[in-house]
Each structure stands twice: as structure tokens, then as C-alpha cells.
């Protein structure tokens, strides 16, 4: 019987190693990339039966892979191997596409179970991460990312810009405490802490809808 084509896809080859490692004995590893880009490449020469990927990648992040390969093959599985455990990479994970999300810090004890689950057609989130999120993405129908809406999208963006305060309220024509009041919801519902994380936030999921281009208006 022929065994299920798997492709790997993380920028750091002692990751791929251990990876291919664990999952070699048990499937054909068609592949392994080290970028977004030739993960699109190679997922769609290769057509494999599961791609396992991280999120942080050079040139493409894993999040836009993702939504490339999908667009093109609907049925391709996707399983996210990741460091990441912010509900918000979560959520942009399952939007678009994925299936499986598990940590690398959890390598050993769940990458066979979670691969095994996914090809099945099933759903695997690591347990390690809240119940809230086991909750939230036990139909993969149902999962999505946690909604800004336009104003908040507009402040986020200009936050991942390093945008003072002061400049998001001269540039939105808002009040300060308003952008004090837009930085507190961004955060609470992305679960994230700092600037920092909201910028790589930002910059690796995506960002579902961007917001429009045409100026900053009132709130």
C-alpha cells in the first residue's frame, strides 16, 4: 500500500531534520523548503497528500502560503507546525486553510497523532493550548480569526508601521484616548501583549482585510 505523500516546509534544517525523522518511517517526505515561495512551488509540482509548514518563513510567511496553495487546491491539507500559540496565529492558521496546529515544543509527543488526524480528515490543535481554542476551531466550518473591524484594522496597521501615538491620532483625526481605546480592544482580541507582537502579527498572518487605501476618516 502506498504510503501518504507528506511536505515539509520551515526555514531552519535542524526543524526539517527532526521533522523528517519522526514522520520518515511512517510516510513518504516529499519534499522539504525552506521558504513560503517554494512551498507554493513545490506544493503545486508535487501535489503531496499533506504539507506540515511553519508560519515564519523568508519571502512568503506560512499564512500566505497557505492561502495560495488552498486557492489553487481546495483539498490539500495543511498541518501548522509552529512556535507560535497566540490564539491570533491560531485563527489566521485555520482562516486560512490549515487544519492542524501544533507547537514545536510539543514536537515528539503530538506531530504523529496530529499528522495521522489531519490526513484523516479530522481536526488537531495542540492540548497544551487553552480551551478556548479547542472550542473555537473544533469545526474547521466554523473557524475564523478574531474580527477587527476597519478602524481597528487601520490603527493595527499603523501600529506595525511604528507609529507613535500621537501620529495614529493626527493621522486617523481621532482623539488620543481613542487610540489608547482601539489598542486595548486590538489586544484583547488578538491575545497579544505588546507592540512587538502585534507588529509580527501583522506581518506574518497577513492581515485578513486590509483597510482600504482611501485616508483615515472619522470615527
Known amino acids: 500500500m502506498k504510503r501518504p505523500q507528506v511536505l515539509l516546509a520551515d526555514d531552519h534544517a535542524q526543524t526539517l531534520e527532526c521533522t523528517s525523522a519522526i514522520l520518515a518511517p511512517h510516510y513518504e517526505i516529499a519534499g522539504t523548503v525552506a521558504d513560503g515561495q517554494a512551498l507554493v512551488e513545490a506544493a503545486l509540482r508535487l501535489k503531496p497528500d499533506l504539507i506540515v509548514l511553519d508560519i515564519t518563513m523568508p519571502i512568503l510567511s506560512g499564512i500566505l502560503a497557505a492561502r495560495q496553495i ?4 481546495p483539498e ?7 512556535m507560535h500559540s497566540s490564539s491570533a496565529y491560531v485563527g489566521a492558521a485555520f482562516e486560512a486553510g490549515a487544519t492542524g496546529y501544533v507547537l514545536k515544543s510539543n514536537m515528539s509527543e503530538e506531530l504523529l497523532d496530529a499528522v495521522r488526524s489531519v490526513l484523516s480528515g479530522g481536526l488537531y490543535v495542540s492540548p497544551t493550548l487553552s480551551r478556548d481554542h479547542l472550542e473555537r476551531f473544533r469545526d474547521p466550518a466554523n473557524a475564523a480569526t478574531p474580527h477587527l473591524n476597519k478602524r481597528e484594522l487601520e490603527t493595527l496597521q499603523l501600529i ?4 507613535t501615538a500621537e501620529d495614529i ?3 486617523m483625526n481621532i482623539p488620543l484616548k481613542t487610540v ?9 482580541k488578538l491575545g497579544l501583549n505588546t507592540t512587538a507582537e502585534l507588529t509580527k502579527y501583522w506581518k506574518y498572518q497577513g492581515v485578513l482585510s486590509r483597510p482600504s487605501h482611501d485616508g483615515p476618516g472619522p470615527v
Open 76 to 82: 490539500m491539507k495543511l498541518l501548522i507546525f509552529t
Open 169 to 171: 491620532a493626527q493621522a
Open 70 to 73: 488552498k486557492t489553487i487546491l
Open 160 to 163: 506595525a508601521q511604528g507609529r
Open 180 to 188: 489608547s481605546f482601539h489598542r486595548r480592544n486590538i489586544k484583547k
